[in-house]
């Protein structure tokens, strides 16, 4: 799900934000430059070990993972971990080429593993789960069930990702727009935007931003009226073409038709979302917790102007729909000489200890949803809505997101951005562009058979 992670990163980091380019390792999986430092040797009878460690971190991030890694060694003399970090989006392709050569680094990060996944490449942890008493149940449940593939457990989770809308106060203000309340609705949602988009040209201000191309934010806030793109048996067809998905993608796509929302390339040449937000172009926006932390370090914005909101509803009475998967498994290759040694490391990686310190930098929410309660998460206004999915589920509906779950998410995501272009540019028929597009993921998957 990288492209989902990417997003997070540079919705998160490159605020700082996100996706610079990280030193690459060399192509037989080896680092010139290895900053890792130099462990004492290894207790007497102990084999020394060497794990490789691939992720695509950047800035505090790998920072953090060096920090984690140094103090991991440091904790386990008989074990170098060697740091792979490459950012960018020749993350998978490198790993994949890694993969199919029978040398890839015994740790990963993985984007879209379930396309991967049939090729045998990955690791089930059932067994080791089980020999080294790690408690399975402090993980997301969502996330668990995201990478459990023929009853096997084949990755975990050092920290999950939730999205809410985000509202600049002062423009609501300055509107006399009331801010949105728990159980708004997609009418509230598109009133709000109405009101508050003003003015022409470069000076207009937009009702809100929603993004077009990326299926990580369409797909969730789609998820408002029951509209799904994938069921619980991940059948896409009769589902992503289905009366209530084209009532969602019509509604969606109507904020950009009507000019509430901004073309995507309007939206870039202005520098994204977060910057139209911050310079005021810009009333609600669609974000991860990680904007808040970004404007702690970077500023750019007051974060008293600054409002969170759970995403909206069809119908009055109806519960959100959350997306809790917007980040990655950590799995061992089944490739890897020391598989023992490699869930140890990716156990402490996801550890209580390790997600407490990785959280409390900021950039992200915890898998393990008792983090939430010792960290006073739920006390924090602009956390909150990010926060209150992991422990209060009762109040929510979890629908299985593509990009968690589909082989065909590739080309489910492609053919539905398609379809979504030409509703927007075209003007086409939302039913007639879903059955397209649903008939072309078809031939996509006899091809593959």
Known sequence: MKKKWTACLAAVLAMVLVFAACGNPAADGGN???????????AEGEEAVTLRYMTWEDGDWQKFSEDFIAQYMEQNPHVTVQYEPTAGSEYMTKLKTMLSAGNPPDVVWVDGWQELI?????????????????DISAQNPELIDMVTHDGHIYGLFGWAGVTAIYYNKELFDEAGVPYPQEGWTWDDMKEIARQLTKGEGADKVYGIELPLDWIGAFETIMWGNGARLIDDNL????????????????????FVREGLAPQPASAKSMGGAEEMFKTGKLAMMYGFSGFIQSVKVNGGFDLDKLGVIHLPVANKGDKPAVNTTFTNPIMIT???KNKDEAFKFLAARVGDETQREFVSLGWTVPSNANLV?????????????FVDPLVNRDKYVYPKPVGAYSPLYSAITENMVNAISKIVIRGDDPQAALDEAVANV???EADRQ
């Open 373 to 385: 309660y010792e960290l006073n998460m739920l006390d924090d206004p602009l956390l909150r809505p």
């Open 235 to 254: 059948q896409y067809d009769g589902v992503m073409n289905s009366a209530l998905m084209a009532e969602a993608i019509d509604w969606y796509t109507s």
């Open 32 to 42: 010139a430059d290895d900053k890792s430092p130099t462990t004492p040797a290894p």
């Open 118 to 134: 049939s090729r045998g490449v990955f690791e089930p942890l059932d067994a080791y789960i089980e020999k080294h008493g790690f």
């Open 334 to 336: 089944k490739d890897s």
């Open 442 to 444: 078809k031939k996509i």
